[in-house]
């Protein structure tokens, strides 16, 4: 049995108090830099444009020599390549304004004759010109320190001339599934008791989905010291996650491994599926230890190994990709549990599959998200509009 | 002048019932899968598990045998290796159930009496017994063409033995940035008219990001025969997106070399920032021409680019990322338009950064996302609750 369940909540919370972000930068070319987190502020060093541009196709004009155009009374204009008084200058969008010029009059409202160009609208001064620093000012704080990068964010620092910036280490987590019933994909016809190794490849995959880097070991059975060997000659990873072996049972080493090496904060917690979670920290390094169970393994994935990932890569709180549907009936929660209930979405309904069942990992499959019942909460109705957590 | 401006909505209909999805096929190891999109049905050719198998730590019974036992009234058992009536056998979660056995009683209500057991509770038959297939049977349809494989799938299609899987090829996405203007990062000390390439560089990380595969052009010059050439010597990708070029000015040549060798679809759409947007297609090829100005190209990427390379690629529709919140003060809209307001998020409020400014990419940089306006919405007032896109 378990000596105590924590709240969940408290759990994670004491979790990520132990452990610190990663603090080491490296210097990468810009374009490597999508989804990563810069670590340094940016202060614009040049403006952005550099010069005066033409914001339309058209003629550079002295604004005030357009006085009095309109649709049926052209001004006439010099047509040259140098300004002057009542003379104008063909630009293009983005080339740089002539000295003189203090407006450009779009290319629809002018007419060539030879040498000439009316101009058929009366215009103010600086319109259609973008003045120098417009997009970006020198001086201007840029990026700060902290921002996850976005390819627009890139694109930015680029017109500024930018080709490498200070980021973040990214975190390196490695995923150790135990247990002596697993085997390896490549084993074929299973004997009674036998069940191909599924969590830690679903950990790797989230892991680098999320855009983490992984070595996932082979697997450990379920042996104290082999599973001690696997965490120690492990700690240069910045995370350890464990699969298996986190129950009460006979063969439930992991806990007591991590305790035998580091400190133990957690063992129990009330997520359901999900109470054999354990949660500790060795030499620094926090260790999320999944039950063997699937569904319970993901969603100890989630709740705690995703949050924790997050934290050491420096990575801002993102929201969870929601959508709102009304659940097409009652579903129950665990009580003092905070309930993982699988709902697949159809037409704006979120349909129940399972809120139990930690070893069904095909209600996982077929569940577009969860439905997350607080601890305090019994359940829910039918026609109650709930938010749906989209399982990635 | 744009002969002709279409309605956004009715322009990327025209587009995408022009080109048809990617129905080549790859057989790839099944980690290798995550994020692309299943070519096949799969069908469970084995139970899992397909063992009767133990839920819980404790000992096999039968259940018969627990008639009457309680916490104050325990019934005795032999503790053995194989089953009989009056005898236990020990058991681990997961493990095969004894011959024999029809429940298992918790470890947590027995007591070990040396070659004997307590067990402190009547069970019912089939208690904490895990049936075959009950996370997934034997002819069971578990994954459908045309689902997104994420790595909960992938893992319930390892459970099963599966090494490969068929998915459908990833399409290739070539960007060709164009203009005159144009230069690349390298050279330092621009002079007065030239900018640094950036439009490309977005476009590219957004496809990776994506997850598609990405060929960058270097710069092409405001030439239509090089234009041409760069798109014809690229015909083997799957999708062409130019970046600039696309205005009604004197050196805008890209609509009219994909009216040259395809058909112009379109050219001038009704979302701002982003009218010059120019779609077509070429040989079969969906081609997206995004407009210089980086808000109009940005918006003219995520608006059109992005559906047309999800069609292609065979992906199913998406929730975009949205939050809700309160506008802080009222944006307008461009009448006739689909106006992409950029706006940043603070406490739970949409703080209006830029409604229009083509040319200011930094506002995109700023922002967290877009509300975005319908044409027919004249403007949107502060206080009013709002959708807000986020900018990935």
Known sequence: MFKKRTNADEAKELFLNYFSPITEIEVLPIEDCDGRIIAENITATVDVPHYRRAAMDGFAVIASDTLGAGSGS???LRSANEMDKGVCVRVHTGSPMPEGADAVVMIEDTQIRADNVEIFAQIHPFKNVGEIGEDVSKGELIQKSGHRLRPCDIAVL?????????VFRKPLVVIIPTGEELVPRNKKDLKAGEVYETNGLMASLYFKKWGF?????KIVTDSPGLIKEAILSNLDADMIITSGG???GK???VPAVVESIGKLLVHGVGISPGKPTALGIIEGKPVVCMPGYPVAGIVALFYFARSAIRKLGNIPDDPDRIVRAVLSEKISGRTGYKTFARVRLENGKAIPLATSGAGILSSVSKADGFVILPENVEGLNGGEEVEVVLIE
């Open 246 to 248: 986190t129950s009460v």
């Open 251 to 253: 063969r439930d080493y």
């Open 158 to 166: 680029a017109s500024l001339g930018i080709d490498n910036l200070k």
């Open 213 to 217: 880097d992984v070595r996932a070991l």
């Open 74 to 76: 052209p001004v006439m």
